[in-house]
């Protein structure tokens, strides 16, 4: 006979799994990002374009073959700010802020989210900063660092501080999203709410993105640039964000954000696997500070669940 304990730690179990799949994939796109913003003739603003929009379209498409949810008239204000916040600030703000900084700034300065999401965690959920969840924060962080900047060495490229900021915003952003909106994050399912905000999100960039989509040379675009497109749009962006609500609906914030360390791992493997970079001794201790970040924070979760 299955307990309703053995059922919320099945339940949990999937949402872990769910979270480290959808990391795996962004962390994949970071480099796909990178190189469509290099070399695919692609700028800041018409790649955020693609993302949002094709992932709203694909959103929709998903719904009308999936039971349909009502949304309640007065979670649709709530919807609206965190689309604004979610997505709008959030992934525009950090791609944006990658087309203009170097890579290297932006991955250590994208391993901040979970320590803005433990501190609003605080004053907005009254979630307990525990000794384990915050040695498990800082952890993360330090073999992120660690990780990043014995891979890239230099910054590969000129920075400019408007990038940094945008970036620095856009994970204050994404924390106060995953804090804020939580209740109505764990209320929709992940086809109802990605729609909606993803809609919304699309309203609020078209007039800021249209005159950059009209410059695109659609005939000059080069198959690699079309498939990374097509990866980041369905793959790290409507796959993943299935992935990660139906996360947000089992786990708290700050367990959530906490995965956001997985990222530059992947990419650095990736790199690797690339023949981009060459293995150290060093990033099997950054990896092994990353996981247990991850496992102490994950770990203090359990045991208040």
């Not at 992120?144 to 900047?149: D, K, M, N, R």
């Not at 993943?240 to 089992?250: G, K, N, S, Y």
Request: proline share 3%; aromatic share 12%.
């Amino acid at each position: 006979m299955v307990t309703d304990q053995q059922t919320n730690n099945n339940k949990d179990l999937k949402a872990h799994g769910a979270m480290l799949l959808a990391m795996v994939l962004f962390g994949l796109m970071a480099t796909f990002s990178k190189d469509v913003l290099t070399h695919g003739g692609i700028t800041g603003p018409q790649l955020v374009a693609f993302r949002i929009c094709g992932a709203a379209i694909l959103f929709w498409a998903g719904s009308l073959i999936v039971p349909q949810q009502h949304v309640e008239r007065r979670d649709m204000l709530k919807i609206v700010g965190a689309s604004f916040f979610g997505f709008v600030m959030a992934q525009g703000g950090y791609i944006v802020g990658l087309s203009l900084t170097s890579p290297i700034n932006a991955t250590i300065e994208l391993t901040t989210m979970p320590i803005f999401t433990l501190i609003l965690s605080a004053f907005i959920l009254h979630e307990r900063i525990t000794p384990r969840r915050a040695l498990g924060i800082i952890l993360g962080f330090a073999g992120a660092v660690l990780l990043i900047t014995r891979t890239t060495g230099g910054g590969g490229r000129a920075t400019d501080f408007r990038g940094d900021l945008l970036i620095l915003a856009s994970q204050v952003g994404y924390a106060f999203y995953l804090t804020y909106f939580s209740g109505v994050i764990r209320k929709y399912d992940a086809f109802t709410f990605n729609k909606w905000t993803f809609t919304f999100a699309s309203l609020m960039i078209l007039p800021f993105t249209l005159p950059h989509i009209a410059q695109i040379d659609w005939a000059g675009l080069s198959a690699r640039t079309a498939t990374e497109l097509v990866y980041i749009v369905a793959a790290a962006t409507f796959f993943t964000f299935l992935l990660v609500v139906f996360a947000q609906r089992r786990l708290l914030p700050t367990t959530v954000s906490v995965y956001n360390y997985v990222q530059p791992f992947v990419a650095v493997v990736a790199s690797m696997a690339m023949g981009l970079a060459a293995p150290q001794w060093m990033h099997g201790v950054a990896a092994a500070l990353i996981f247990t970040g991850v496992w102490l924070v994950v770990r203090t979760h359990n045991s208040q669940t």
